[in-house]
């Protein structure tokens, strides 16, 4: 009979200390706790938004990098193809020709030159 009454006195306990769990809080502190996670919210959203900014500058600057890259890859390869055809002629036509094929890809180069800067100055607009 002692160990039931222990029990029925150990289940009252345990049920009193649940139901105490589940007590409503006051307006103004369920308002706080609204807000402080609002703000906690709003927060982490900015960070994440600063976050996909930065690296999608990020993946843009290696894009014109890479565009850049191909370009000047591009000129290379045509001044070889120019030069290679230079060699057919001989005498002052073949330098006329290495040399104009020269001013071509320098041009070339000029304009990726300036390009790059262009693109750079944006970026540091930017960040």
């Not at 307006?27 to 609002?38: E, G, I, M």
């Not at 894009?63 to 390869?77: M, P």
């Amino acid at each position: 009979m002692a160990r039931i009454m222990t029990l029925c006195t150990a289940a009252l306990l345990a049920a009193g200390l649940l139901a105490g769990c589940n007590n409503a809080k006051s307006p103004s502190d369920v308002a706080k706790d609204v807000n402080s996670a609002s703000q906690a919210a709003a927060e982490k959203v900015a960070n994440a938004q600063g976050d996909v900014q930065s690296e999608q500058r990020d993946e843009q600057h290696v894009a014109a990098t890479q565009q850049e890259n191909v370009s000047k890859t591009e000129a290379e390869g045509d001044r070889k193809v120019a030069l290679a055809g230079c060699e057919a002629l001989s005498g002052d036509r073949q330098q006329a020709c290495k040399d104009q094929a020269n001013a071509q890809y320098d041009s070339r180069a000029i304009g990726r030159s300036a390009t790059s800067r262009a693109r750079r100055s944006l970026a540091e607009r930017l960040a």
